[in-house]
T-cell receptor, first 115, second 114 residues
Framework: EAGVAQSPRYKIIEKRQSVAFWCNPI?????LYWYQQILGQGPKLLIQ????????DSQLPKDRFSAERLKGVDSTLKIQPAKLEDSAVYLC?????????????FGEGSWLTVV | GENVEQHPSTLSVQEGDSAVIKCTYS??????FPWYKQELGKRPQLIID?????GEKKDQRIAVTLNKTAKHFSLHITETQPEDSAVYFC?????????????FGTGTRLKVLA
């Protein structure tokens, strides 16, 4: 079974620039999550999709972050304009629908450094 | 709001000793509690999980215990080895609106000293 795919793995940008991360979840997984993980901290949920609908985006800084999952499969997370404090690993994850084993599977992450 | 507290933040043990990491959750509707191991630069990997209808689960050297009344659960690693050195995260999950919601702890950095 293929895992959660993310790209790019690493990105360095200057503050006020923009960046986009892509995620392809495990085939058949209805739920897709984007987490922000700052060094030394636990993953913090940014946005959660169920198919192509948003379930929870309460912690997404909507003035600079946006995400979409147009066809209910892969997803893009965008940051514009970036700030120094956005330096983190952006983890994409997916899980099946309730009723199946509710394990969340993570991608390798996209490491962002804002300078 | 809902949160998961995890302690300690760092833990150093001698090789062969046991390690215990504890988490407390606030959402009483949580019914699934996974533990993840994250090695430096790698993705979090599920190592063990427990459901709310079970009090304890064991898999070789690792075990998890759950106290629903007190709303806390713990990870136990026995006979620790250097390769157990990593950051460990707990999480509390519940089903809501036809999907799963996860809240993660802040992580414990485990160092196993040879």
């Amino acid at each position: 079974e293929a895992g959660v795919a993310q790209s790019p793995r690493y990105k360095i940008i200057e503050k006020r620039q923009s960046v986009a991360f892509w995620c392809n979840p495990i085939s058949g997984h209805a739920t897709l999550y984007w987490y922000q993980q700052i060094l030394g901290q636990g993953p913090k949920l940014l946005i959660q999709f169920q198919n192509n609908g948003v379930v929870d985006d309460s912690q997404l800084p909507k003035d600079r972050f946006s995400a979409e999952r147009l066809k209910g499969v892969d997803s893009t997370l965008k940051i514009q304009p970036a700030k120094l404090e956005d330096s983190a690993v952006y983890l994409c994850a997916s899980s099946p629908i309730p009723g199946q084993r509710n394990t969340i599977y993570f991608g390798e992450g996209s490491w962002l450094t804002v300078v | 709001g809902e949160n998961v507290e995890q302690h300690p933040s760092t833990l150093s043990v001698q090789e062969g000793d046991s390690a215990v990491i504890k988490c407390t959750y606030s959402d009483s509707a949580s019914n699934y509690f996974p533990w993840y191991k994250q090695e430096l630069g790698k993705r979090p990997q599920l190592i063990i999980d427990i459901r709310s209808n079970v009090g304890e689960k064991k898999d070789q050297r690792i075990a998890v215990t759950l106290n629903k009344t007190a709303k806390h659960f713990s990870l136990h690693i026995t006979e620790t080895q250097p390769e157990d050195s990593a950051v460990y995260f707990c999480a509390a999950s519940r089903t809501t609106s036809g999907t799963y919601k996860y809240i993660f702890g802040t992580g414990t950095r485990l160092k196993v000293l040879a």
